[in-house]
């Protein structure tokens, strides 16, 4: 089992950047396929981008595609989101997911684990 801790949300402008990174607990971090989903005020959960167990394959929803990037750090047991050029309906909390296995997922039920979520907010 993993435990997932998410950081880095805040309140930015619109045009602007945010780094959100997700710390697991374990020592099997490699063993685990990556996701980052979002929900927003009103909507269901959304997958965001997803990353295989090396780092080597990625995968974007089409919304965030060419501004926001995932990556991950094998030895710090931690995934990142690079989030570039913000828009207003970017706003949500932000969640972290893992799933054993190489191969990455975009379906939620495809997780089983999640972290608590951190709060994304860019005024306009």
């Known amino acids: 089992q993993v435990q997932l801790v998410e950081s880095g949300g805040g309140l930015v402008q619109a045009g602007g950047s945010l780094r959100l990174s997700c710390a697991a607990s374990?020592?099997?971090?490699?063993?685990?396929?990556m996701g980052w989903f979002r929900q927003a005020p009103g909507k269901e959960r959304e997958f965001v981008a997803t990353?295989?167990?090396?780092?080597?394959?990625?995968y974007y929803a089409d919304s965030v595609k060419g501004r926001f990037t995932i990556s991950r750090d094998n030895v710090k047991n931690t995934v990142y989101l690079q989030m570039n050029t913000l828009k207003p309906e970017d706003t949500a909390v932000y969640y972290c997911?893992?799933?054993?296995?190489?191969?990455?997922?975009?379906?939620?039920?495809?997780?089983?684990?999640w972290g608590q979520g951190t709060q994304v907010t860019v005024s306009s």
């Open positions: 997911a893992a799933r054993v296995g190489s191969n990455y997922r975009i379906v939620e039920h495809d997780y089983p684990y």
């Open positions: 374990g020592r099997t971090f490699s063993s685990y396929a």
């Open positions: 990353i295989n167990w090396s780092g080597g394959t990625t």
